[in-house]
């Protein structure tokens, strides 16, 4: 999973086919994650002093990360991640399609470091 939170992303199937938003949460154990706008459902609330007048509240729902792609902002397309090691040894995310930089995953080490 290589998606992250504060990650831009495409819906690629679903109800919400081809909006793009931000991720809020990943929900790693599920395999799902919290879209910015995206599945948005109804939980209906009892009044209550914290809700005074109850009704419906609209709130977003999980989906599943194979629902969603990386949209990288260099080539502007919903592409797939992958994972590589620099010449300092530290390891970063890349966008598949243009080979740009998506940020770090781990920090360098020795023993991957190029000599």
Do not use: W
Not at 1 to 19: P, W
Not at 40 to 53: A, D, I, L, M, T
Not at 71 to 100: I, N, P, Q, V, Y
């Amino acid at each position: 999973m290589l998606i992250k939170t504060g990650d831009t992303v495409e819906v690629i199937a679903g109800a919400d086919k081809g909006k793009q938003s931000r991720v809020i949460e990943v929900l790693r154990a599920d395999g799902k994650a919290l879209v910015e706008g995206v599945a948005k459902v109804y939980k209906h609330v009892r009044r209550s002093q914290k809700h005074p007048q109850g009704g419906r509240l609209s709130k977003e729902a999980p989906i599943q990360l194979s629902n969603l792609a990386y949209f990288c902002s260099a080539c502007s397309k919903a592409t797939r991640l992958g994972s590589r090691f620099k010449d300092d040894g530290s390891k970063e995310r890349f966008c598949k399609k243009c080979g740009a930089s998506a940020g770090e995953l781990a920090p360098a080490k020795k023993a991957h470091a190029k000599k």
